[in-house]
Nanobody
């Protein structure tokens, strides 16, 4: 099993930056593709981005493309979300999740508890 803990959230001004971290324990994250999601109050959960097992490829939602960057350090067992040029609509609870990405489709089977990001206008 994998336990995921997000950190780095907080308050930022519009146009500012934050970096979120997702620390894993229990098993190396090298065996998983990792995703970031977010959920604003009263809204449905939204996909933010994904990084492959090796970190060789990434994908982003159109709403954050060019502003957010996902990276991973498999030695440190940590995944990161660098958020730049923040907008008020980025305000949400941000979650990381792990996907085994094996021959049997399972999706994201491990989830963190989330970290709050608030962007003031």
């Amino acid at each position: 099993q994998v336990q995921l803990v997000e950190s780095g959230g907080g308050l930022a001004q519009a146009g500012g930056s934050l970096m979120l971290s997702c620390a894993a324990s229990g098993r190396s994250v090298s065996g998983y593709a990792m995703g970031w999601f977010r959920q604003a109050p009263g809204k449905e959960r939204e996909f933010v981005g994904r990084i492959s097992k090796s970190g060789g490829s990434t994908a982003y939602a159109d709403s954050v493309k060019g502003r957010f960057t996902i990276s991973r350090d498999n030695v440190k067992n940590t995944v990161y979300l660098q958020m730049n040029s923040l907008k008020s609509e980025d305000t949400a609870v941000y979650y990381c999740a792990a996907d085994p990405s094996g021959p049997i489709p399972q999706g994201y089977i491990y989830w963190g508890q989330g970290t709050q990001v608030t962007v003031s206008s």
